[in-house]
């Protein structure tokens, strides 16, 4: 078995969190510290075998972690993953915005297109040719 990337993480993570349930599930349970799948059921519109789907997922993921006491699972959550997906998005947006500011300054320093003039376009009459 292969060691999992981090472009798979961030994925997987992504994938768990595109859901509204699984994001309040993950809110519920950062408020109370550690859950059971029933005391998650009673505080969402969810029946608690939603619930628990919801937490394999997110488990999974690697966002929450189960252990047994007696005949209860309960659940906490694990931030590792979250803060190692939050940091990998912004290395993201970090390098689009490098990329975004070096188009804007080759745009802005090409002849005849800088701030000053409409997208680059020539005013009528300021061509050379059979018009001007």
């Known amino acids: ?12 993570v992504l994938s768990a ?31 608690r075998q939603a619930i628990v789907k919801h937490l394999a997922v997110l488990d999974r993921a690697g966002l ?10 309960r659940y906490t959550v694990l931030p590792a993953r979250l803060g190692a997906t939050a940091r990998r998005m912004g290395r993201i947006a970090a390098d689009w915005d490098g990329r975004l500011s070096a188009i804007k300054h080759l745009s ?11 997208s680059g376009v020539e005013e009528p009459g ?7």
Not at 20 to 41: F, K, N, Q, S, V
Not at 64 to 73: D, L, S, T, Y
Not at 126 to 132: I, K, Q, R, S
């Open 126 to 132: 300021t061509a050379d040719g059979p018009g001007a």
């Open 64 to 73: 929450v972690a189960g252990h047994r006491e007696g005949r209860e699972a």
């Open 1 to 12: 078995m292969s060691a999992e990337s981090p472009l798979d993480t961030v994925a997987d």
């Open 17 to 47: 969190l595109a859901d509204p349930t699984r994001r309040r599930i993950l809110d519920a349970l950062a408020a109370r510290g550690e859950a059971t799948a029933t005391t998650l059921a009673a505080q969402l519109p969810v029946s």
């Open 108 to 118: 802005e320093s090409a002849p005849g297109t800088g701030p000053g003039t409409a």
